[in-house]
């Protein structure tokens, strides 16, 4: 990929609960997509102004931190996930996150995009974040570790709590559209009886420069305080219309699943 280092996105977040009342819900949404190895990015940063931070304090910023392990260098931790899968991302990483703004961020799912040497996409690593302060990552790649092609549905088993009105059980189905100038990432969530919850982010990719730090700022100043507000805010709904309630169970022993197919 040759995209600029430093990606902001604009787009809707949407969430459709089908059963056993429907539920549906959406709201703008900005979102970051870094270029996690190398320097490039690190570098891109210090020409967007004291507005951003990249591992510093600003009112947008990035913070290696709140990704992987919160140790290990971003690529690296990202890399030895995949080589522990029997896939080869020798080539870029790019991670499709949420920004901290004001200082704050929750992020519920994070993308790391992993491509081989030759450019070709060879992995998708869903970082899942829930509200308990837990987190599980979905290594999605193909069963040869062969190039993984853009559209394909990629499913994993749910192994991690995330919402106690949904079991820990069914499964994922994920798919992913990158382009340029856009982004769109799609998760179904399916149990026993099929189909349960629909969500989707999109969104237009511009350059980051300052105009886009000020646009994600002054447009959505509380967007990353709003995320967790929402999150309680429809949770209430769904207790007031008695869908089932299910407790938290311990996490899984395995930090990381690998999808099925």
């Known amino acids: 990929m040759d995209d600029p280092a430093i ?9 459709t609960r089908l059963r056993p009342v429907r539920h549906a819900f959406g709201y703008p ?22 507005w951003f931070g990249w591992d510093a304090a600003a009112p947008v910023s990035f913070r290696s931190a709140d ?26 990483i790019w991670l499709h996150t949420f920004p901290r703004m004001l ?5 519920p799912v994070s993308f790391w995009f992993c491509h081989r040497a030759d450019g070709a996409p060879i992995a998708v690593i869903a970082e899942v974040n829930n509200t308990f302060g837990e987190r599980h990552c979905y290594l999605l ?9 853009q559209g394909r ?13 949904c079991s820990v059980e069914g499964s994922y189905r994920f ?11 799609r998760i179904d969530y399916h149990d026993a009886d099929g189909p349960l919850l629909l969500t989707s982010l999109s969104g237009e990719l511009v350059p980051a420069d300052r105009a886009a730090v000020r646009r994600a700022l002054f447009g959505q100043p509380l967007f990353t305080v709003g995320v967790v507000a929402r999150i309680h805010w429809h949770a209430l709904k769904l ?20 999808g099925d197919r």
């Open 141 to 149: 790649a193909e069963p040869d570790g062969g190039p993984l092609p």
């Open 29 to 50: 949404g900005v979102f970051l997509r870094v270029r996690v190895d190398g320097d490039a990015a690190r570098r891109a940063a210090t020409g967007l102004g004291r």
């Open 175 to 185: 798919r992913f559209f990158n382009r340029p100038d856009r982004a769109l990432a």
């Open 103 to 107: 200082g704050y961020a929750f992020k």
């Open 67 to 92: 990704h992987g392990d919160g140790r290990t260098p971003l690529a690296d931790w990202a890399r030895g996930l995949c080589a522990q899968a029997g896939v080869d991302a020798d080539g870029a």
């Open 153 to 165: 549905e990629r499913r994993a088993r749910k192994v991690f709590h995330v919402s106690p009105f």
């Open 7 to 15: 990606q902001f996105g604009f787009g809707p977040i949407r969430h």
């Open 239 to 258: 207790w007031l219309a008695r869908v089932p309630f299910h407790r938290k169970p311990e996490p899984p022993e395995a930090f990381v699943s690998r």
